[in-house]
């Protein structure tokens, strides 16, 4: 049940923002539910940083975790509408290029931890 959870959080915080933002710009829902078809690719784009705050959040790093979700979120959210001017996959990479100083952050810790259990050990 957890992992569906994990699922679901990662899968709609960034269309849900996406709507958000649209609508703090003016822009009103559209009747017409055809056009939500434009969202699906988003459920995939908020995978990539989703899960590497999820890790940085397991490695114990908790307010960091939400500080780079605090501010990272709204930047994937504003790159995936700039990157829908080029298709699902134009989402789906700009989504990931947002993503990118989590992992990087997430990664360095990663190899502090390693390096710390590495000298503790001698």
């Known amino acids: 049940m957890r992992n569906f ?6 899968s709609f915080w960034n269309p849900l923002l996406i709507i958000f933002i649209s609508l703090i710009r003016g822009f009103s829902l559209p009747l017409d539910l055809a ?8 459920l995939i784009s908020g995978w990539f940083l989703y899960f590497a705050v999820l890790k940085i959040h397991n490695s114990g790093r908790k307010t960091a975790a939400k500080v780079l ?4 979120a ?4 504003l790159l995936s509408i700039m990157g829908g001017l ?3 996959l134009g989402i789906i990479l700009y989504s990931l290029v947002a993503s990118i100083p989590a992992w990087a952050y997430w990664l360095v810790c990663k190899l502090l931890d390693t390096r710390k ?3 503790k050990g001698k």
């Open 5 to 10: 959870k994990i699922i679901c959080i990662a």
């Open 35 to 42: 056009i939500y078809y434009q969202l699906l690719p988003t």
């Open 69 to 72: 979700f605090i501010i990272f």
């Open 74 to 77: 709204p930047i994937t959210s």
């Open 86 to 88: 080029f298709g699902p």
């Open 117 to 119: 259990s590495q000298e």
